[in-house]
């Protein structure tokens, strides 16, 4: 029965294993529209400027909307940050507000690294987390710089976080034969 003199264990140091964002690449057809978008203004303007001998020429001020939506796009991305820490993985999210949304390690069931053609093409890729977190159940992180290096960095660290808290998954086979195979 423990008491109230019983010595708390020291906790463990939580360390930063690795840190990063979603690459920009991931968002290369939406930059592609935004340059379409851009000719295609700057091309209206010359031409509608040219016919109304200089009145036109306010047609530029409309390149003002591809490039918010360029910038908009590119900030948001930028501003969504991964900490993977021995302990937990921290998404940081927002422009203006800001979320914070920790998982606990030792709640992740299973990942998967894919990389598609495109992306291996520049070094990154894809990870997809499947955990036991009710608010985060899947957590899809794309277009990571270095993907090999972060899976392995992740494994570890949910083996070793395991292991420190003595947790363990528990595989359930045939459950729709209410057991009947385990007699």
Known sequence: MPTEDAP???AVAETNLWSGHT??????WYYFF???LAA???VAATVFGLATAGIGALGYLALIIPFLMWVFRWWATKCT???LTTQRLRIRSGILSKKTDEMELFRVRDYTMDQPFLLRLVGLGNMTLITSDATTPTLA????PGIENVREKLRTAVQNERDRKRVRQMDVDNVEDGGASLH
Do not use: K, N
């Not at 992180?141 to 990571?144: G, V, W």
């Open 8 to 10: 708390i264990p020291a």
């Open 23 to 28: 690459s920009q690449w991931v968002h290369f």
């Open 34 to 36: 935004c340059v379409l």
């Open 40 to 42: 295609g203004i700057a």
């Open 81 to 83: 940050t991964y900490e």
């Open 141 to 144: 992180m794309r277009a990571i």
